[in-house]
Antibody, heavy 120, light 108 residues
Framework: EVQLLESGGGSVLPGGSLRLSCEAS????????MHWVRQAPGKGLEWVSS????????YYADSVKGRFTISRDDSKNTLSLQMSGLRAEDTALYYC?????????????WGQGTTVIVSS | SYVVTQPPSVSVAPGKTARITCGGN??????VNWYQQKSGQAPVLLIY???DRPSGIPERVSASNSGNTATLTVSRVEAGDEADYYC???????????FGGGTKLTVL
């Protein structure tokens, strides 16, 4: 079955760190660019970060640049998002998604998301 | 950075046509994607490259993009079309993906 499965979410104190993972199955993971998109409770979609095939062409939203790091391990079919310096406004459901290329091409498969709560 | 604007809500009766707009400066020069998100579910790609439908998306879903407005059209609306719809573009000047704020489609 073709799917993306996120994990690693949880509750964390402001200023804390968390590492999200997204495991792909049913696809040749190395052939695709990967993305993280988040959705705060009751709000719209917000793009977070993208990584191209072979780990080149990395992009970040201004709101997370310098605090979040995207990476991929093609041997494990896994996308990661290392989050540090977490703030209350980072509270959201985090989705991973795949695309043919990191730019211009649409996100054609999404996971079900993992929830991050930043609160004291 | 580039901004795309969607109406917060659109309402339509069953069997009628719903049109959801996505406005942005010269958005017609960009490639627009559209996503549908039903309550409690992950987004699903509806339209890519302005007008193309992935396999499994019905022909009654279509889109256009010209000038300062991209439009998603859902014909013969059904109760199952009730969802939030998002447009998306790549902003090459900032190297950012940009989502519209989303439009809630209500089927009356």
């Amino acid at each position: 079955e073709v799917q993306l499965l996120e994990s690693g979410g949880g509750s964390v104190l402001p200023g804390g760190s968390l590492r999200l993972s997204c495991e792909a199955s049913g696809i040749t993971f190395r052939n695709y660019a990967m993305h993280w998109v988040r959705q705060a409770p009751g709000k719209g979609l917000e793009w977070v970060s993208s990584i191209g095939r072979r780990g080149d062409r990395i992009y970040y939203a201004d709101s997370v640049k310098g605090r979040f790091t995207i990476s991929r391990d093609d041997s494990k079919n896994t996308l990661s998002l290392q989050m540090s310096g977490l703030r209350a406004e980072d509270t959201a459901l985090y989705y991973c998604a795949k695309a043919e290329q990191p730019v211009l091409t649409a996100f054609d498969l999404w996971g079900q998301g993992t929830t991050v709560i930043v609160s004291s | 950075s580039y901004v795309v604007t969607q109406p917060p809500s659109v309402s339509v009766a069953p069997g009628k046509t719903a049109r959801i707009t996505c406005g942005g400066n010269n958005i017609g020069t960009k490639s627009v994607n559209w996503y549908q998100q039903k309550s409690g579910q992950a987004p699903v790609l509806l339209i890519y490259y302005d007008t193309d439908r992935p396999s499994g998306i019905p022909e009654r879903v279509s889109a256009s993009n010209s000038g300062n407005t991209a439009t998603l059209t859902v014909s013969r609306v059904e109760a199952g079309d009730e969802a939030d719809y998002y447009c998306q573009v790549w902003d090459s000047s900032s190297d950012h993906w940009v989502f519209g704020g989303g439009t809630k489609l209500t089927v009356l």
